[in-house]
């Protein structure tokens, strides 16, 4: 909040913010609304700058997130050549600090997976408006496809993500259902012997049918269920070998 007075501060004075980030020059203020404004935003050094120029605009400042979010009332973008106009409201973030890596998919807890879907689709959305601007050129349009696809195959990915976790920790108990009528068969066998002959099928089969499930639930050929392949392909002989075991 501390940021977002001193702005708001600076723009009643002398009607101008500047920092390294954005630019913000306003016609007046209005309390907390900013009359006719042009916003300048260049957090890439190496994408052309953002200008955006609107009606109204009001600004929040998130200091856990370290954003500053600017809510723009019928805003006039401007990415190079491209020109999009908006007749509604455009909500746009601006990192405070420089931008960390995105997380693996790994790294996040299951209960953090919903909203960083959400920021992704939020991101293809805005892209997307992007490619519907009459003025935006062939080279602009190619490369906010490549970031569209970039997005959707992360989509992807953090959707399928549960699933192979789930899938990932059950494979254990598959082992085992593997393991147990194998051993029982050759209980008066070498323990090393046992292991390997044990071990095989999950080299030869389980992996590569994990690696295969996995490719495959990414692009969307395979629904997420498809990571459970792998487990009934070691499961299924497995439980056969007990049922025949406890047969006999």
């Not at 630019?23 to 042009?38: E, N, Q, Y």
């Not at 990192?95 to 890596?101: F, G, N, V």
């Not at 029982?184 to 002959?197: A, G, I, K, Q, V």
Request: aromatic share 10%; net charge positive.
């Amino acid at each position: 909040e501390a940021l977002e007075e001193i702005v708001y501060a600076k723009l009643r004075r002398e009607k101008g913010y500047e920092s390294e980030k954005f630019v913000i020059k306003v016609m007046a203020l209005d309390g907390k609304r900013l009359l006719r404004p042009t916003i300048t935003i260049q957090t890439d050094p190496n994408q052309p700058a953002m200008v955006l120029r609107a009606e109204q605009a009001e600004l929040f400042t998130d200091v856990k997130a370290g954003t500053l979010t600017i809510v723009c009332r019928k805003p006039v973008t401007e990415i190079g050549d491209a020109r999009i106009t908006v007749s509604d409201t455009l909500t746009q973030t601006i990192p405070l600090e420089t931008p960390q890596p995105s997380l693996h998919r790994q790294w996040l807890s299951m209960a953090e997976i919903p909203a960083a879907v959400d920021q992704l689709r939020r991101d293809v959305e805005q892209l997307q408006l992007y490619l519907r601007s009459a003025g935006a050129t062939a080279e602009q349009r190619a490369a906010w496809r490549v970031q569209i696809a970039q997005l959707e195959t992360r989509i992807r990915q953090l959707k399928t993500e549960p699933y192979l976790r789930w899938a990932n920790g059950f494979s254990c108990l598959c082992f085992v259902l593997l393991g147990s009528p194998v051993s029982m068969y050759r209980r008066s066998e070498n323990f090393l012997t046992n292991f390997f002959l044990c071990f095989l099928p999950i080299l030869i089969v389980y992996y590569p049918m994990l690696m295969v499930a996995k490719e495959l639930t990414t692009s969307g050929a395979l629904p997420p269920i498809g990571y459970w392949a792998a487990n009934l392909s070691i499961a299924i002989p497995g439980a056969f070998l007990l049922y025949r075991f406890c047969e006999s």
